[in-house]
């Protein structure tokens, strides 16, 4: 019999090699579903209890008694909270592309008017908000949101808009990615008054300088591009990037003496950390990482690498960071100057939702780390202080709710 | 003026250098004491609740509900638990030097009596307990304790001892370390019936191959050298060495599958560590870790370094791990295979002891991790399957107990 066509090793390894290149670029195009896909299912064993109707008291390390109130309930899956200098909070109901106020402790159970088409979901919808820096005289608002584009595909927007009192007038996107682009996304003014976007990345695209995915953003206040930005002479690159090889950011806080940005990011099977935000830096995702994929494998080979920038926290296993902020109030005393996360879940478990307390020595390396309201099972979403010196918590469930957290029994 | 001495750098560059020397060869000696004082103490504000007298129910991840059960009380520090072929369980009460007796559920108040005198106290005492493999025939037991020595010295000894069914008779130490060893062993038997005994270590010295701090031994049943130890050949190397590089082993564990010997050790501040023990193989300890020095700086400049060998398991924040084993009966279905280590507290925070579960896949990767028992707040030094396929774990207090798990309403 005559072999028409015998393949040699020196056709082989090129073929080989052409199949690695496509399923990697595959890889790097992973959308949300098939990572989903991926995510071993525990069986819902431990249930959430219902959240208690009455404030509960907690002992916690430092000797310092606290209670938690719910101040407000039938959230759905609020994102984040944004408070006024009148005191109203507004709190983003992600999956329903929703904003809600809530005004001395009443949730108005009507929306806020004035936002665009908005495309909610899994993972996705109505996200980030934060007022302006010099918001007592222009009454401005930023959001970022999911925006439904042509095809049926969707893009991440950044709207300005000006809140009246009861509702948001002259909504305009001052950035958008174009599609493809979305899921998680935070927003921080700094103290130069630069907006910063944080915008998800899965994959590989997080490497890549001409893609927005797995980046922080650093605009103007118009969304234009600040001039100092550390790509702007980069040939290829967005302008935009400030910081770039990340994962998801899932909250963004000013350090309260040094001014610096720390991003929060949230790892896989692990692999949650911390970052300090240095312009034009590296921070490595997918090529190092504490974390492993979610079927068991590690991300990477390595922990650490030169030239990536190195975490100043890490968490394994995971507990799914989202939400972050310096406690620098008067009415918690014995915890000025920690840090608090916020939790989804822990190890890969449901229902293990909670709020972590970080407390750090002078030179700003952790010596100490309390988990707090593990009792409630919630998943924590973000962590606020507000105007009065409480810390305010958003619990990201079907029928969410914020909690207020201060002393006990004053 | 005339200068008679003048340094040159070339004088100074060797001044330094024996400094050096000098500092490191210090730190290499810190003791157990002057480790206590750098531990920055955080206030004990959440109190520990006392052990509840009725079985308690939980549910969890896997859609299995537990009832945890307090089956012996009044117990001082309990290290370690080995249960004999007729039921009885001993348990040694590390801080008094004693060994207890549990039959069919019950504590009997005396004491064992045959152990010879222990120096007992924060950290030391009686520790391991482990029935030889042939204990049927034999009815000997190994206990590791620290020996006092001449000078206010103490040493690790390992002790074996006849049992009568009631007290140890022909108590002899078939291995001594001589002085300053001690503080923290585990034993295990391995298929082939060799005995490895795990060394504390807590500097440099576990780098040192001329000695035994921070080893894993491997000894006959008659506590001299197997022919076929990694180090026998080395010149300057102790004979007795199986693996090296070690902080604090508190537990090791038979894969119930590969019969690997998986190695459980605690880090500082962070840096928990699983570890599958290969003969002669380093493990990094203080040159890798991704633990913290208590004060905040991290333990060491790498994670992971060429030579040394990575965990497989790793804790951030850490949990003080203590006492492992894998999950081998028929009692607690939806548990087979997984591994159970104790904690004695997270993230140095007092009162937040509990005990951990991890399932693996296929291929011994982490891909779950679930927080049990943590509203008892017990710090779990030891984790045991007994015979009747219940998990048994001590509760390491001043007025210490054996919790047992098994399924709940059964």
């Known amino acids: 019999m005559k072999i028409l066509f015998r393949p040699s090793r020196l056709v082989l390894l090129p073929l080989y090699l052409i199949c690695l290149c496509i399923s990697q670029a595959l890889s790097a195009q992973e959308t949300l579903e098939a990572i989903l896909q991926r995510v071993p299912k525990a069986p819902p064993g431990v249930p959430v209890p219902p959240l ?37 909070m507004l709190v983003s109901e992600r999956d329903k592309g929703q904003l809600r106020a809530i005004r001395e402790g ?42 439904p584009l042509e ?42 008054g630069l907006l910063y976007v944080s915008i998800y990345g899965g994959g590989e695209e997080a490497q890549k300088l001409s893609e927005l995915r797995g980046k922080v953003l650093r605009l103007t206040e118009d969304g234009k591009v600040p001039k100092d930005n550390p790509f702007v002479n980069t040939t290829g690159a967005r302008p935009e990037v400030f910081t ?11 350090h309260p003496e040094t001014g610096a940005i720390w991003g929060l990011e949230m790892g896989p099977n692990g692999g949650d950390e911390i970052n300090i935000l240095k312009a034009g830096v590296n921070y490595g995702w997918p090529f190092v990482s504490l974390g492993r994929d979610y079927a068991g494998p590690w991300q990477a080979k390595d922990f650490k690498k030169a030239g990536l920038e190195d975490p100043i926290v890490y968490w394994m296993p995971s507990i799914s960071v989202s939400g972050m902020t310096f406690y620098t109030g008067d009415k918690l005393p014995l915890w000025k100057g ?36 593990t009792d409630l099972r919630q998943r924590i979403r973000g962590v606020y202080q507000g105007s009065d010196g409480f810390l305010y918590a958003l619990a990201d469930e079907e029928d969410g709710a914020v909690l207020r957290i201060g002393p006990a029994g004053k």
Chains 1, 2 share one sequence.
Do not use: C
């Open 106 to 147: 009443v949730l108005d159970p009507e929306p806020i008017a004035g936002l665009p088409t908005i495309k909610g979901g899994l993972w996705m919808g109505l996200l980030d908000i934060v007022p302006h820096p010099r918001f007592v005289e222009n009454h401005l608002l930023y959001i970022t949101y999911d925006k």
């Open 151 to 192: 095809n049926n595909a969707t893009g991440l927007a950044v709207l300005r808009g000006v809140w009246d009192g009861k509702s948001l007038k002259d909504a305009q996107d001052i950035f958008n990615t174009g599609p493809g682009v979305g899921g998680s996304s935070r927003l921080l003014f700094d103290n130069a």
């Open 338 to 373: 920690d840090l608090f996360v916020g939790g989804l879940r822990m190890g890969e478990i449901p229902a293990t939702g909670h709020l972590q307390r970080i407390r750090f020595n002078a030179n700003g390396e952790e010596i100490r780390r309390e988990q707090l309201l």
């Open 244 to 254: 770039y090889g990340h994962r998801t950011i899932q909250g963004l806080a000013p």
């Open 52 to 88: 208690p109707d009455a404030p509960r008291r907690y002992d916690t390390a430092e000797g310092q008694a606290i209670e938690v109130s719910v101040i407000a309930r039938g959230l759905n899956h609020p994102y984040s909270l944004a408070q006024l200098p009148d005191g109203t």
